[in-house]
């Protein structure tokens, strides 16, 4: 085993382990920490792939940005010591049995699907050309996505806080 495929296997480790503590655990806070190693996780196996910009976009956008935003939604509605109500042993049959549905689908789709490697020779990137995909609207453009996915999240914290409030009062 080389030392990539040993550096592979303990990101997946981890990120298989601090998946299930994201959705497992009680606390909130805790699961937004797990939460955040996940995505350290995964930004490491994009350095293993060597995309750079890949891993620096998830370390600093989602890690760095989203986690952070989570971690100061729940300080800010002081939820900190709020703890989940314990599933019921319905809810976690039916959740097995979805996860055990979703990962069949997942595998019998990875080993029906023929992956055929390409022909075609590769294209030179460089970082002008990331830069006008990023801020450009035509074909291959990212600026309309990011935009309607940063409206997403902003009315989804909105969302969030103008329910947590509600609660305190009543």
């Not at 370390?59 to 703890?83: C, D, Q």
């Not at 801020?135 to 009315?155: K, M, T």
């Amino acid at each position: 085993m080389t030392a990539d495929q040993l550096m592979f296997a303990i990101f997946g480790l981890v990120i298989v382990l601090f998946s299930i503590l994201t959705v497992t655990s009680r606390r909130i806070l805790r699961s937004a920490i797990y939460l955040l190693f996940v995505l350290i996780s995964t930004s490491g196996i994009y350095f293993l792939l060597h995309y750079q910009f890949m891993a620096a976009v998830q370390l600093t956008l989602y890690a760095g940005g989203i986690v952070v935003l989570i971690i100061f939604s729940i300080l800010l509605t002081s939820h900190i010591n709020e703890k989940f109500e314990k599933v019921g042993i319905k809810k976690q049959a039916f959740s097995a049995l979805a996860v055990i549905a979703g990962a069949i689908l997942a595998i019998t789709t990875i080993l029906q699907t023929e992956f055929k490697a390409t022909e075609a020779a590769a294209v030179e990137v460089d970082m002008r050309t990331i830069g006008l995909s990023l801020l450009g609207y035509q074909e291959n453009g990212y600026a309309l996505p990011f935009e309607v996915i940063s409206i997403l999240l902003l009315a989804a914290m909105v969302a969030a806080i103008v329910i947590a409030k509600k609660g305190k009062n009543q």
